[in-house]
């Protein structure tokens, strides 16, 4: 696992306890403004690294296309119910 999904873990624990803490009524007005705030701000920082994410791996995808240049992609080894590729 590397930083960004590290960071991605990290910020998807941080917006479920924002949420949590959110549905308790104890807290006072100016309370729940301020955890709306930070979810919020976990939410578009979450955004923000699941787009690098999903960049890299289309960056990833790309590269191994270009790599076979037109030559038949080799079969990938799917199991599909227990039943192996022969």
Same mark, same amino acid.
């Given at each position: #696992?590397?930083?960004?999904? !590290?960071?991605?873990?990290?910020? @998807?624990? &941080?917006?479920?306890?924002?949420?949590?803490?959110?549905?308790? &009524? &104890?807290?006072?007005?100016?309370?729940? !403004?301020? #955890? @709306?705030?930070?979810?919020? @701000? *976990?939410?578009?920082?979450? @955004?923000? *690294?699941?787009? #690098?994410?999903?960049?890299?791996?289309?960056?990833?995808?790309?590269?191994?296309?270009? $790599?076979? $240049? =037109?030559?038949?992609?080799?079969?990938? =080894?799917? !199991?599909?119910? =227990?039943?192996? $590729?022969?």
């Amino acid at each position: #696992m590397d930083d960004l999904e !590290r960071t991605v873990e990290l910020l @998807r624990k &941080s917006l479920a306890a924002a949420w949590r803490d959110l549905a308790r &009524s &104890s807290s006072s007005a100016v309370d729940r !403004r301020e #955890m @709306r705030a930070q979810a919020k @701000r *976990c939410s578009e920082e979450l @955004r923000r *690294c699941l787009l #690098m994410i999903e960049a890299r791996q289309t960056r990833k995808h790309a590269k191994a296309l270009s $790599d076979y $240049d =037109g030559r038949a992609l080799p079969k990938p =080894g799917f !199991r599909f119910l =227990g039943i192996a $590729d022969q």
